[in-house]
């Protein structure tokens, strides 16, 4: 059974920086994409940043390019999101997810979830 487990987030005041980790269990995680998603209230779940299966180029969404830095550990089945200069439009709920589909951004093809972590930014 694949089991994501998230853990970092919090509230943080605009400029600052936070990191979430994403632990997977039951699963290589270079054998499925592994892409970090946000939800904030109303909108659509949208992609921020991910790997694609079997390719270490991490893939970060332009509204977050320059800020985010996604990063892995194979050994420790760990992906890592780093958030710098953080906005308060990046409030939100982050997820990680593992999919084994064809498509890495698209949020609906992905099998596996994370429990989501809180993502506060103040202004």
């Known amino acids: 059974q694949v089991q994501l487990v998230q853990s970092g987030g919090g509230l943080v005041q605009a400029g600052g920086s936070l990191r979430l980790s994403c632990a997977v269990s039951g699963e290589r995680i270079t054998n499925v994409h592994m892409g970090w998603f946000r939800q904030a209230p109303g909108k659509e779940r949208e992609f921020v940043a991910g790997?694609?299966?079997?390719?270490?180029?991490?893939i970060v969404a332009d509204p977050v390019k320059g800020r985010f830095t996604l990063s892995r550990d194979v050994a420790k089945s760990t992906v890592y999101l780093q958030m710098n200069n953080l906005k308060p439009e990046d409030t939100a709920i982050y997820l990680c997810?593992?999919?084994?589909?064809?498509?890495?951004?698209?949020?609906?093809?992905?099998?596996?979830w994370g429990q989501g972590t809180q993502v506060t930014v103040s202004s």
């Open positions: 790997f694609r299966r079997s390719n270490s180029n991490p």
């Open positions: 997810g593992a999919s084994r589909s064809l498509y890495y951004s698209d949020p609906s093809t992905y099998n596996f």
